[in-house]
């Protein structure tokens, strides 16, 4: 590792950044230490204001592009390099935590205060990225800032979207932008040379593993559908079995032909049934109707391929008395991370002894709509019992710094190629 | 079969038994043919006043006792003797069918101006009696006036029940009694010497089996549970399996045990889960906690006791990773009828040259509680597809005939024994 580095990933401040945590999580803040930031909220509004009143003592230059993505670059000593970046987003889910988010975008300005202050300089400018409404709790669809940004969608597309108020998302951001008038315009798909997102893992691996830093590898892919099962309504005591269409048995048997196809040694593959619905939901009536949804994820391509593709056929096969309807609701191809870019993470890690893993990320993130136009990774901390999107989340201020070290160090890597 | 059996057989018409049904779908009638008379209410109390007006032009004579069964005596040449009763019930599910009940009443109404007709004389006096509430829709528990009739439950125990408007049991009672005010006091527990129901099978053996007339041999038993399943929400992409604790995969491996448990070539078993409950119930969660009904039911005492009381322990090791809580629900012992009654209904169809053929009840009946106190049995007649408890229960005016037919020579052969 570069001496420079290492320095100023020594600067790094665990309570500094632990405080920060402490102050953002007072902005919308519910009972049970959690957090409600809905994005473009009054809310989300005072917390881009902390974080640009912190940026204010610093050299760095503050901007925002079109969807609200906030920017705050610090400089490099090659006026034409483009930027390394990092970051992650400040909004929550409605009953969310202190964690999951914001530790990336704080993460990313303590990365760049401990460059100050260990004065470090960069070829590269360093950029920290506040995106916009990751969550999508409030306006869907959620990664919008990044879709935004990378171009995966237009601006256009999304301006119409209201909340369950009616607000327009164009008004919502309307009046955010103009609460920080300071900010100066950023262009949509700006050149970016790499990106890390340092983030919670929002699972049980690193804790598992007694692991400090998750060397993120990429997002796995995620297949959904809603499995209808019609059959028809009986009395449970008279009606003999074998004259019954009873869509409870059926949605067992096919249920039961997934968990087959699923079934994983390795415990990579993630299937769930977490929704179902019975009619008429009735004791003594055999039910005539059961929606429940299919949740199936793999980090490798051809895998979730095949068991999505499986889904609908295997389920028409394993309905025995019942008609059957299979819809896909949501279909995310596996995001691969950037070798270079999971390297330097993994050797930054490395370096300063801290016991660290690779993994692929349940959950999506913006680095999934980043990894499109440059070299992207991420880095993990680990988060009590794997808990997220929930009051109770809750992680270390050691492991929040350790993963703020390893990705100064990985920062001032990357930004010196 | 006696001569006067099957004379007053013969005298059964078809026609008025139909028009009576007809007559008695007006009062609470409600769209698509159906039938809404809850116990008790202004549509019982009409169909109480259309019965006793037919009555009326007969020598019978009327009574009532302190729950409301109503009791319409064709009297005996023996004045001491017990009395062969039948009937059924005239309330109706909130959504219910012409058929479900009422059959049983106008049967045995029938049954009796046939004997009338063709001039019969019986040593016992024939009763026929309309039950109070075996619906149970509007006031629980169902089967109430054959439950206090027999004394299984105190009056006392029921008066203060209310509906769900609030209104009291006593005070619905008290307006029914009062408006048939010509009624005289009827006993609980008076001495029966026999007891025959008719009713539509509700099940679809009769109709597949290409049969008039069931004789029914006895109700099955059933035993009902809640199990409650709880485990741990998780996100469903981060968490592996092995480390969730999932109550949709728990409750679907104790659903497979309890579908293995309950097997039956035979499929006399029913088994059947209608109704399940997920908790958050969000595709892209692991469901914390699940509560599913269970509903086991078998004519053969030893079967359906082995069945129920290996519901608990099998529930608890099929779950790998969840807690289960089993909580009984409903227990009823199955009910053998008398042979000797089955026997007459039997020797009846056979003789008017009726096909027939012996089953179960699987639904319950007033006739449950009527075998604690006297020798009981039932007449079964088919039902469009199954179907009750529906708007769409349908019977044909022949079948229902045939089964009054069988009723009458019944009735007669065991009043003069």
């Excluded at 919308?28 to 912190?54: F, Q, T």
């Excluded at 798909?189 to 691996?205: D, M, N, R, T, V």
């Excluded at 016991?355 to 136009?373: C, E, F, K, Q, V």
Aim: contains cysteine.
């Amino acid at each position: 590792m570069r001496e420079d580095a290492r320095n100023a990933a020594n600067n790094v401040n665990e309570q500094r950044l632990w405080q920060r945590h402490a102050e953002m999580a007072q902005l919308g803040a519910i009972p049970g230490n959690g957090v409600n930031r809905a994005a473009l909220s009054k809310e989300d509004i005072a917390a881009r204001k902390l974080l640009l009143s912190w940026a204010a003592k610093r050299n760095y230059s503050i901007s925002a592009d079109g969807i609200g993505n906030l920017f705050l670059r610090r400089a490099g000593t090659d006026a034409n390099a483009t930027p390394i970046m990092t970051g992650s987003h400040m909004d929550s889910q409605p009953r969310g935590g202190r964690f999951d988010g914001i530790y990336g975008v704080l993460a990313g300005f303590e990365a760049l205060e401990a460059m100050d202050e260990a004065g470090v300089v960069t070829r590269r400018p360093i950029e920290v990225v506040a995106w916009t409404n990751e969550e999508g709790g409030r306006f869907a669809p959620c990664t919008m800032g990044s879709m935004v940004f990378t171009g995966a969608r237009p601006l256009a597309d999304v301006l119409d979207v209201t909340d369950n108020e009616g607000i327009k998302l164009k008004d919502a951001l309307a009046d955010t932008l103009a609460a920080t008038p300071q900010v100066a315009k950023h262009d949509f798909k700006s050149p970016a040379a790499g990106y890390i997102e340092a983030h919670i893992e929002q699972g049980p691996l690193l804790e598992n593993a007694r692991k400090t830093i998750g060397v993120v590898t990429g997002i796995q892919g995620l297949r959904w559908f809603n499995v209808e099962v019609s059959g028809k309504t009986d009395h449970a005591g008279t009606t003999p079995l074998a004259l019954r269409k009873d869509a409870v048995r059926d949605s067992i048997a096919i249920i039961n032909a997934l968990t087959e196809l699923t079934h994983d040694p390795k415990d990579v593959t993630r299937f769930t049934v977490g929704r179902m619905l019975v009619t008429p939901n009735s004791p003594n009536s055999v039910a005539s109707h059961v929606l429940f949804s299919v949740d199936i994820r793999h980090p490798e391509p051809q895998t979730i391929a095949r068991l999505g593709d499986a889904v609908e056929p295997l389920a028409r096969k394993a309905a025995k008395f019942c008609e059957v309807k299979v819809t896909p609701t949501l279909h995310d191809d596996p995001c691969v991370f950037d070798a270079n870019v999971a390297d330097a993470v993994e050797a930054a890690a490395k370096t300063l002894n801290l016991p660290h893993m690779r993994l692929s990320s349940g959950a999506s993130h913006d680095a999934m709509y980043m990894a499109r136009i440059c070299p992207t990774a991420m880095i993990f901390v680990p988060c009590e019992k794997g808990i997220s999107h929930n009051e109770a989340e809750n992680a270390t201020p050691g492991d929040l710094a350790a993963g703020a070290r390893v990705l100064t160090a990985a920062l001032i890597e990357l930004a010196n190629r």
